[in-house]
């Protein structure tokens, strides 16, 4: 009679744990719906329509947030839009799913460079060089980009922000009393 009570809430907890498992799918079955989004994204990606191509791979992210090709889909095209910053938190995203996704982590890498984080972007590439057996291409793409270096940066056309733009007159007025 004592025991009654701890028996009747282990035997709770034991019923509730075990079927909050059954309810949960596999992280390697990913919603079809959000495969075949991730597909028309590539479709208008290629085309050239980054816009309608980021918009899909998102709606295939709402549809199944464990989807990490579209993550990285979804950071290529931040990457064409020189949006690195975006693009290495997106490739943050698909690696926090699977932390030794090559692709994820030589794209991050070349993120990196875009950004000019030259140095976070070797670290990446040491990693994927320890995960691939044999040379594989996106250890090649992460060296190729790491050699080139970060693209260069455009420099404003007025290097002192406080003094008059070239070509600008000067006013001198008496003070006003």
Same mark, same amino acid.
């Given at each position: %009679? ?12 034991? =019923? ?6 059954? /309810? ?10 959000? =495969? ?19 918009? !899909? ?27 690195? /910053? ?8 698909? !690696? ?5 996704? =090559?692709?994820?982590?030589? /794209?991050?890498?070349?993120? %990196? ?17 320890? !995960? ?9 793409? !992460? ?10 940066? =455009? ?23």
């Amino acid at each position: %009679m004592r025991f009654t009570p701890a028996a009747l809430a282990l035997s709770l907890l034991l =019923v509730t744990v075990s079927s909050a498992g059954l /309810g949960q799918r596999p992280d390697d079955e990913i919603d079809p719906r959000s =495969v075949a989004l991730v597909e028309r994204g590539r479709v208008a990606q290629r085309a050239g329509n980054l816009a309608e191509a980021n918009g !899909l791979y998102e709606t295939a992210l709402a549809v199944d947030p464990r989807n990490r090709t579209a993550f990285i889909a979804l950071a290529e095209v931040a990457r064409r839009q020189e949006l690195p /910053g975006k693009a290495i938190r997106l490739y943050r995203d698909a !690696l926090r799913l699977e932390p030794n996704d =090559v692709r994820a982590l030589a /794209g991050q890498g070349q993120a %990196m460079v875009q950004k000019g984080a030259v140095e976070r972007a070797r670290a990446n590439l040491a990693r994927v060089r320890t !995960l691939c057996t044999a040379p594989c291409s996106e250890a090649t793409a !992460l060296q190729a980009a790491i050699t080139a270096g970060p693209p260069a940066r =455009v420099v404003s056309a007025q290097a002192n922000p406080s003094a008059p733009p070239p070509g600008a007159e000067t006013q001198t007025r008496a003070p006003q009393n």
